[in-house]
């Protein structure tokens, strides 16, 4: 009897130390909401290589909701209109967007990536998404806070 009780209250926690240990998606934390560009890194290939801050009253807002994101750029040095809206999806570590309509110069770009895939790395008031290379090398990172 005292080994079946001993084997028992191994048994419980071998399961209580695996639930402790387990690496469980995050549910609490949601990229649902609204997001301002803080600034952008480049990359060597694995490490920061350079930071671009937003100079001169450059901003990028992006807002994502049920399943849309709609994005737009102002900046005072670029007289083109910037602005985008489509589909997004996450899984714990991506993003892809596939814009159904955007600015005129955001279209040419369009006609040629038809869904933008990035890395993902969310906290719940930041996240960068992440470019990544053919060989899955960071190249560049835009990264956001949330403003709501």
């Given amino acids: 009897m005292k080994k079946l009780l001993g084997l ?6 071998l399961v209580s130390a695996t639930d ?8 609490d934390i949601s ?7 803080v600034n952008r890194f480049n990359y060597d290939g694995q490490n920061v290589s350079d930071t671009i801050f937003n ?7 992006k807002i994502f909701s049920k399943g ?32 159904e309509y955007a600015s005129e110069a955001m279209m040419k770009i369009v006609d040629t990536v038809q869904i933008f895939r990035f ?3 969310l906290e719940k008031n930041n996240y960068s998404q992440i470019t990544l290379d053919d ?14």
Avoid at 8 to 13: A, D, K, R, S
Avoid at 55 to 61: L, W
Avoid at 135 to 147: A, D, H, K, L, Q
């Fill in 31 to 37: 990229l649902e909401g609204t997001w301002e560009l």
């Fill in 8 to 13: 028992v209250f191994l048994m419980l926690l």
């Fill in 119 to 121: 890395e993902l790395q």
């Fill in 68 to 99: 849309k994101v709609m994005w737009t750029r102002y900046s005072p040095d670029d007289p083109a209109e910037w602005f985008g809206y489509g589909r997004y999806t996450t899984t714990e570590n991506s993003l892809e967007e596939q814009l």
């Fill in 135 to 148: 060989e899955g090398n960071p190249t560049f990172s835009e990264n956001y806070i949330r403003i709501d």
């Fill in 55 to 61: 100079d001169n009253g450059y901003r990028q807002v």
């Fill in 20 to 27: 402790f240990t387990s690496q469980k998606p995050r549910t």
